[in-house]
């Protein structure tokens, strides 16, 4: 059973500060990895998504690697925000099967302080 | 804001009480999901309409039905719920089946109902 967990659970940093996220998974038979971004009692917004062949997708400030291996991705976020405050959730799709087997981890949630 | 729309966003019932949750989604999807959120839980995946199949996790209770009249529409019924039935309920939608371009590898969630059981 793919078990996903995601340290720290809480993290509070200063504005401005470059920051990592790490998630894990005990499965490394990953068909993708995505990360989303969820903001207090609303739904889950996608951030990045990796497929398993692939090593790191990027957006803006965001970077998102994947080492399949070592069953391990991480979410560096560059020069945060206020903005970014939200909980970031990761989620692994596995190889073998659709949706109904996704499975995520309970969240890092994030306060960046002005 | 997302194509996947809920309604109520919250919702306050008592245990003997009977409602439905509503999503809707705008997006031409074949897949259409609901998801359990608790506080410090991983989400918990209740049921799952692709391609007008239903699949269901088999540890959710009785008390929660879904229905799914068309591929744009998803209802949860919810009667006799317990107060540990509180939490965020989450609808989502995606394009299966690997036809072409209009697979998506990503699933695309509503805003949630937040419903409290007294």
């Known amino acids: 059973k793919q078990e996903v967990t995601q340290i720290p659970a809480a993290l509070s940093v200063p504005e401005g500060e470059n920051l990592v996220l790490n998630c894990s998974f005990t499965?490394?038979?990953?068909?993708?990895l995505q990360w989303f971004r969820q903001d207090p009692g609303k739904g889950l917004t996608s951030l990045l998504l990796?497929?398993?062949?692939?090593r790191e997708q990027t957006s803006g400030r965001l970077n998102a690697s994947l080492d399949k291996s070592s069953g391990r991705s991480t979410l560096y976020i560059a020069a945060s925000q206020p903005g970014d405050s939200a909980t970031y959730l990761c989620a692994v799709r596995p190889g073998s099967g659709g949706y109904q087997k996704v499975t995520f981890g309970i969240g890092t949630k994030l306060q960046v302080i002005p | 804001e997302t194509g996947v729309t809920q309604t109520p966003r919250h919702l306050v019932m008592g245990m003997t009480n009977k409602k439905s949750l509503k999503c809707e989604q705008h997006l031409g999807h074949n897949a259409m999901y609901w998801y359990k959120q608790s506080a410090k839980k991983p989400l918990e995946l209740m049921f799952v309409y692709s391609l007008e199949e239903r699949v269901e996790n088999n540890s959710v209770p009785s008390r929660f039905s879904p229905e799914c009249p068309n591929s744009s529409h998803l209802f949860l019924h919810l009667h006799t719920l317990q107060p540990e039935d509180s939490a965020l309920y989450l609808c989502?939608?995606?394009?299966?089946?690997?036809?072409?371009?209009?697979?998506?590898?990503?699933?695309?969630f509503g805003p949630g109902t937040r419903l409290t059981v007294l």
């Open positions: 990796i497929q398993s062949s692939q």
């Open positions: 499965d490394s038979a990953i068909y993708n």
């Open positions: 989502a939608s995606s394009q299966e089946g690997g036809r072409g371009d209009r697979r998506t590898d990503t699933q695309y």
